[in-house]
Structures are given as structure tokens and as C-alpha cells.
């Protein structure tokens, strides 16, 4: 898309879920974990969000120390907020009460300057879900090179 720069993409998060909504977010940071996003420094896996007192916040984000920096102190997996509407918070909390489903980030990028993280509303896969769109995929894969065979011929 124009104007963004991709970050980090949590690639499991597909795997393991099934994905009912997207939500673009703006994240809150502080000092220089911009810069070092901008070097690369960070990494989804393992992280989710949680709707606390009509906030959101991102837990588990790794965003490593700014290289030119001597922040001793710095936590690199400390909890952060997500920027929101209130509208979308609310419909947030009764998703994910009612409902039991999660949010867990998919991608962080820069648009037009600024962090974001694309937030998705999912619904954990079971094992044999997995399984049934590993297979899925695998005959699609299948049925793609026969055809790309007869084409060439």
C-alpha cells in the first residue's frame, strides 16, 4: 500500500487463528523505541492484547534497545497501549467477554511517518482445523502444477 513501510508480521497468528476482524492502531511509545523500529528491532510472536478498564494494551511486543542509546533501565517487553476509538473498544469489550475471542497483532508498519499496528479479532483454531487447511492447501498446490504442466504443452 502506499505510504507504508512494514515492520514485523506475525505469520503464526494466521496459522494458529482464525481471523474474524482487522483493526488499524495507532501504539504508544516512548524515548527511542521509534528509531529502533525504524532499525527492524522488534517482534510479535507471543504477543496479544487485553481490554483493561476501556483501554487497550499490547502485551508481550519485544521492541529491542536502540543501538546509540545507554538506557540501562529500558524493558523491552513492557506492556503498551493501543491507540483506539471508543467505539471500537467498546465493541472490543463484548467480543471478547461474550464471545471468548482474542486479539492478538498481525503486523506493525509506518504510515505516512507514523507506528501502527494492524490488531485482528480472532478465534483460535483447533488441532484438526489445522490439519483440514494444511490438506486443503496441499491439493490446491497440487492441482496448480498439473495445470501450470498442461499449460506448457
Same mark, same amino acid.
Do not use: W
Given at each position: 500500500?502506499?505510504?507504508?513501510?512494514?515492520?514485523?508480521? *506475525?505469520?503464526?497468528?494466521?496459522?494458529?487463528?482464525?481471523?474474524?476482524?482487522?483493526?488499524?492502531?495507532?501504539?504508544?511509545? +516512548?524515548?527511542?523505541?521509534? &528509531?529502533?523500529? =525504524?532499525?527492524?528491532?522488534? *517482534?510479535?510472536?507471543?504477543?496479544?492484547?487485553?481490554?483493561? =478498564?476501556?483501554?487497550?494494551?499490547?502485551? *508481550?511486543?519485544?521492541?529491542?534497545?536502540?543501538?546509540?542509546?545507554?538506557?540501562?533501565?529500558? *524493558?523491552?517487553? =513492557?506492556?503498551?497501549?493501543?491507540?483506539? +476509538?471508543?467505539?471500537?473498544?467498546?465493541?472490543?469489550?463484548? @467480543?471478547?467477554?461474550?464471545?471468548?475471542? $482474542?486479539?492478538?497483532?498481525?503486523?506493525?508498519?509506518? &504510515?505516512?511517518?507514523?507506528?501502527?499496528? !494492524?490488531?485482528?479479532?480472532?478465534?483460535?483454531?483447533?488441532?484438526?482445523?489445522?490439519? @483440514?487447511?494444511?490438506?486443503?492447501? $496441499?491439493? !490446491?498446490?497440487?492441482? #496448480? #502444477?498439473?495445470? =501450470?504442466?498442461?499449460?506448457?504443452?
Amino acid at each position: 500500500m502506499v505510504g507504508e513501510k512494514s515492520i514485523a508480521t *506475525n505469520r503464526k497468528a494466521r496459522h494458529d487463528y482464525s481471523i474474524l476482524e482487522t483493526y488499524e492502531t495507532g501504539i504508544e511509545l +516512548h524515548g527511542t523505541e521509534v &528509531k529502533s523500529l =525504524r532499525e527492524g528491532g522488534t *517482534n510479535l510472536k507471543d504477543s496479544f492484547a487485553r481490554v483493561e =478498564r476501556g483501554e487497550v494494551f499490547l502485551y *508481550n511486543l519485544h521492541i529491542s534497545p536502540y543501538s546509540h542509546t545507554s538506557d540501562t533501565k529500558y *524493558n523491552p517487553i =513492557r506492556t503498551r497501549k493501543l491507540l483506539l +476509538h471508543k467505539k471500537e473498544i467498546k465493541k472490543l469489550v463484548g @467480543q471478547t467477554v461474550r464471545k471468548g475471542l $482474542t486479539l492478538v497483532p498481525l503486523r506493525m508498519y509506518f &504510515k505516512h511517518g507514523l507506528a501502527k499496528v !494492524e490488531l485482528a479479532l480472532c478465534k483460535g483454531k483447533k488441532l484438526y482445523d489445522r490439519r @483440514q487447511e494444511l490438506r486443503r492447501r $496441499t491439493a !490446491e498446490m497440487e492441482v #496448480r #502444477r498439473v495445470l =501450470r504442466g498442461k499449460q506448457k504443452g
